[in-house]
């Protein structure tokens, strides 16, 4: 399989999830083997007091990084759907986009497990969360 | 303390979050003694296709239900923030609203660790997700 | 299928498992449609200072109770093996058996997905640890 | 405080918990900052059918390694007890030695969390288990 790109993740996200169009604060940043980043783009309307950017957001930047990974194990048209995912909330995230790096631990033929690492950009020695999940093909 | 109600709950969050003023999506549902329910208002619009209701929205009412819960130890006042949430999804969510009951494992002086299921209104029989999670007080 | 007993549980464990056969600390002492107890016999031996039951041997008893509770879904010649488990340590246990109660969250064609709470015999009121996992069918 | 060292916690475990005296099987192999390894030493009379290493066995390798792991963040004295920890199953574990690495993810003045990986010596590039967890201050 011809190594897929960001791009190739993007558009395919857009084009088959008509509600993704609209959610345009997520994107994949990066992908490769073993390994896939999503970007929540900040955005002051959704933060919670304090300027955080919220639990449920770090979840979804998790989630996605996870699902862009399954994309490059079982390919862009593979319906896979989340299983299970365990986030660890590590310190106070604010004050810019919110990067989420998910590696890959094992690949078996119908279920990857992965763990995700997210950050905010600019400052990766300070992980805002922690999350380790699964993705299994839904066939 | 007098019995909270799902009624102060619901002001609460709303004068003290305004973002939530917008999310009217989610409301307490009930709330008790070791207990509270968070209802997820079915949205057309937020559904993954096939009707289904995503990750990061249950993820969302499973916290939020814990959040409810952390009121009814601490009070409302209190600035509590999740810890860790691990959620597991069982069965696929659709057709109609979202309940999540959060229900009491331990209350310490400064944190709980509560256990929630989720499922939709009308079909208590087969819940679609699980999830256990910490709330700590932040100060 | 005729319903299984905790005897025919702990038959099989012992034919089938010779190193089980000396750690007969751990026994089936229930089983039934979608539940299944397991004990820890207290053993003075193994306990950490301040007469705590360890982690470790809280984290066995949970994993058996879902072990138990495969054999009723997919039945005692079935391998299965666990997935994940995530243990939460909610009160010191001491003091007497260790019972672990499994429930199941889901029964699919080849995992099971259960929470399982555990308590000190005579004390249910007061859980010493919840756990969620899944297992597994291996072939 | 001057760096520990793997003697410094095999000696200290040994002389404050009599029991583990008889459970040479584990050891700290290495410690530093932000990481500590435990070694579980291969015992054939432990293992499973086939030769596999138990999920409690792994189980305990990763909550000794987070406990080491405390042990670099608030010294040997301090008593701190497991909060929470997860384990995931990557790949069967037979054949050797078993190692877990504990990486600390963020220490607070009471907790730490950390996340552990885990594989058979001379097989670093097939994890067996990962795992993720929390030690807190008891006092």
């Not at 395919?12 to 169009?21: G, I, K, L, M, N």
């Not at 896939?36 to 007091?49: I, N």
């Not at 990084?65 to 759907?81: D, I, K, P």
Request: charged residues 20%.
């Amino acid at each position: 399989m011809k190594a897929l790109t960001p791009r190739d993740v993007n558009d395919f996200v857009v084009q088959t999830y008509p509600a993704a169009a609209h959610d345009l604060r997520f994107t994949c940043d990066e992908l490769g083997a073993g390994f896939a980043v999503a970007r929540w783009h900040h955005d002051a309307a959704s933060l919670r007091p304090g300027g955080l950017i919220s639990g449920p957001i770090q979840f979804a930047a998790a989630d996605l990084a996870l699902w862009y990974l399954s994309f490059t194990v079982f390919g862009l048209a593979a319906m896979a759907l989340t299983t299970d995912l365990h986030i660890v909330f590590l310190r106070p995230a604010r004050g810019g986009d919110l990067l989420a790096r998910a590696e890959l631990l094992r690949a078996g033929k119908r279920r990857i497990s992965g763990r995700v690492l997210a950050w905010i950009d600019g400052d990766p020695g300070n992980p805002v969360s922690h999350a380790t999940g699964t993705y299994a093909l839904t066939t």
